[in-house]
């Protein structure tokens, strides 16, 4: 049996009935594979298609420097998304484009560069700048990190008391009955 073809030794010793139920069963076995195969393959093309889509539409909003977009755009290039080779450094470009154009996620993440030297030379006074910038703006990771560089004696007590109180104000700005009832409904209540 050593020397057979697998389909052969699969076969061999079988019942007539059992041999032929075998057959049909590789070749069902076969079948899905290949159909597999093929969704595979049209799905890959249709994520390609979606993926082409999805960055027309960005660089149209791009185009029209929305913040939103040139930091999404920004993000890809940092972690190489959207079929775009990783570049740290254009993603940090990107970041501050979109953050003087009002993106306070831009802000953090020119934070989060500066600190680890992503892309650019680390400096961590002027991470501290910037989401001291995103915090007053209402980013609440940002104020963590300011908090979190105050107690580590990075930041001083004026830089960590500019964030809080600029966040606390953007906050405040934010509130709305609206939103708070809105809010009321969607979180389930805690039961003691």
């Known amino acids: 049996m050593h020397g057979l073809p697998p389909r052969q030794v699969l076969l061999r010793g079988l019942s007539e009935g059992a041999s032929q139920a075998a057959q049909e069963g590789l070749q069902a076995t076969c079948s899905r594979a290949q159909g597999r195969n093929a969704v595979q393959s049209g799905a890959g093309e249709a994520g390609e298609e979606f993926l082409s889509d999805l960055h027309s539409a960005n660089s149209a909003r791009v185009a029209k420097k929305d913040p939103t977009a040139i930091h999404f755009l920004g993000k890809k290039y940092f972690f ?113």
């Open 80 to 192: 190489g998304g959207l079929g775009l080779q990783k570049n740290v450094q254009k993603a940090v470009e990107l970041y501050a484009e979109a953050a003087e154009l009002g993106s306070i996620d831009a802000l953090f993440d020119l934070g989060n560069a500066y600190y680890e030297g992503n892309g650019v030379q680390q400096d961590k006074a002027k991470a501290a700048q910037f989401w001291t910038k995103a915090a007053i703006q209402g980013h609440v990771h940002a104020l963590e990190n300011i908090k979190n560089y105050f107690l580590g004696g990075i930041a001083t007590k004026d830089q960590y008391a500019e964030a809080l109180k600029g966040y606390q104000d953007a906050v405040e700005e934010m509130k709305s009955h609206d939103r708070d009832e809105a809010k009321a409904i969607l979180e389930p209540t805690k039961s003691g």
